[in-house]
């Protein structure tokens, strides 16, 4: 499974930005998603998280109210809405699955490469 993010990039304080991450490959079965953060000099951390069965979801406190996590199951695609964007924001925003690969029958951890978002003041 390979998971590709877009929708990055340089956006004013205030704004508004749509992350898309889109899963490929075959034989298997997505159950849950999420986005992760890494910003300069900090660890990783959660951004969001939405389960596929139930479509529940949960986010970081500093995002709750701005950001809104959400999937098309059809299409194997997660999005990421953000809005009210903060300079604090900035970070490379990764996408992340747990996967059941139904040939082997053996749950598996995936990432995206990352794509950056820049918040300007």
């Known amino acids: 499974v390979q998971l590709v993010e877009s929708g990055g990039g340089l956006v004013q304080s205030g704004g508004s930005l749509r992350l898309s991450c889109v899963a490929y490959g075959s034989s298997f079965s997505i159950m849950t998603m999420g986005w992760y953060r890494r910003a300069p000099g900090k660890q990783r951390e959660l951004v969001a998280h939405?389960?596929?069965?139930?479509?529940?979801?949960n986010y970081a406190d500093s995002v709750k109210g701005r950001f809104n996590i959400s999937r098309d199951n059809a299409k194997n695609t997660m999005y990421l809405q953000m809005n009210s964007l903060k300079p604090e924001d900035t970070a490379v925003y990764y996408c992340?699955?747990?996967?059941?690969?139904?040939?082997?029958?053996?749950?598996?951890?995936?990432w995206g490469r990352g794509t950056q978002v820049t918040v300007s003041s």
């Open positions: 992340n699955a747990n996967v059941v690969d139904l040939i082997i029958d053996t749950v598996i951890d995936y």
């Open positions: 939405i389960k596929s069965g139930s479509g529940s979801t």
